[in-house]
């Protein structure tokens, strides 16, 4: 007899999918932290801040299913039309609880789910779905593959800095340093953005502009968390660092580095990190995260910056043809 803790299957005949919801993103939060705790793992954004992406457009390009089990959350998904890599893709998601991971639960989302996703690529012309997961969470990644996605030879490499030493680069004469000055200043950062990722390929993708609403809205928000780097008075870069104070489980997240290209290879990035760095030292933190596509040059200033890698925040990528039956 399989004890409580044991992994079992749920009756399908209970099992059931319905459109997602504005009102699910509290239930979505609280899955999202299971599953990534059952991994040694803490979500990217909390409940609450959950609840406040699914106040905001994020499905505009897509929809969302949820999995019930009676009147038991037991897994979601959702598809919309998106960017990765220079590339259009309908980025797909999908969590599950343990339980319902065998295939006789599991298809009775994802059967709808890909059906999803192929009317998105219809709708938008993407031809393959993109998905990815923590590489420590083996368990989607044996259902995705199952379901007919294929590893990409990209990855996200997590970093994990301890602030024990912080390395102080060297800057270039007439850089500063300041808090960005938001909403007025969200048009310059989406200016930079966009000057500053040109090529995908290697870098992946900036922030969405949403995030820019997003993060100041969040309980804690400090103007020190969004930089922007002056040269000479002209804004040539900058850095945003996700940190909610109220929930110390969930560490610092470097989230984005960006410099125009021709100042590149001066100290610019580095400068901005490092005062990212001292910042939180200076509130008691003692653990920075961050990531950078193992294309990207980026991986090498974060080792000289004192970053090392970190298994939890290293992500591994997954595609589909959806042209395919």
Not at 58 to 78: K, Q
Not at 271 to 276: A, D, E, G, K, W
Request: proline letters at 8%; glycine letters at 8%.
């Amino acid at each position: 007899m399989a004890s409580d803790t044991e992994p079992r299957t749920s009756g399908t005949d209970r099992l059931s999918v319905r459109p997602l919801v504005q009102e699910d993103g509290r239930a979505v939060g609280l899955l999202m932290q299971e599953v990534c705790r059952e991994f040694g793992a803490e979500p990217l954004l909390s409940v609450e801040a959950t609840v406040q992406l699914f106040n905001t457009p994020w499905l505009e390009r897509g929809a969302g299913l949820m999995l019930e089990d009676s009147t038991t959350i037991a897994g979601y998904g959702w598809a919309r039309d998106s960017a990765w890599n220079g590339s259009r893709y309908v980025q797909v998601g999908l969590f599950l609880r343990n339980r319902y991971r065998a295939p006789a639960s599991f298809q009775i989302l994802t059967t709808p789910l890909l059906e999803l996703a192929r009317d998105i690529s219809q709708r938008y012309h993407t031809p393959a779905a993109l998905t990815y997961y923590r590489s420590v969470d083996t368990a989607h990644v044996a259902i995705v593959r199952a379901i007919g996605f294929s590893d990409m030879p990209v990855a996200m490499v997590g970093f994990r800095h301890d602030l024990k030493h912080i390395p102080e680069p060297r800057p270039p004469a007439g850089l500063s340093i300041r808090p960005a000055r938001l909403p007025e200043e969200k048009s310059l950062l989406l200016s930079l953005n966009h000057q500053a990722f040109d090529n995908a390929a290697i870098q992946g993708e900036p922030l969405h502009e949403q995030y820019f609403d997003l993060l100041p809205s969040l309980a804690g928000f400090e103007p020190e968390q969004i930089l922007i780097a002056e040269l000479d008075r002209q804004p040539v870069g900058h850095a945003v660092l996700h940190f909610q104070p109220d929930k110390p489980h969930c560490g610092p997240e470097l989230c984005e580095v960006a410099v125009l290209p021709k100042h590149r290879g001066r100290g610019i990035g580095p400068t901005l990190v490092h005062r990212l760095l001292v910042w939180c030292r200076s509130r008691g933190v003692g653990t920075v995260f961050t990531g950078s596509f193992s294309t990207n040059p980026a991986a090498a200033m974060y080792w000289r910056l004192g970053f090392r890698p970190d298994p939890i925040r290293t992500y591994f990528f997954f595609t589909k043809n959806l042209t395919d039956n």
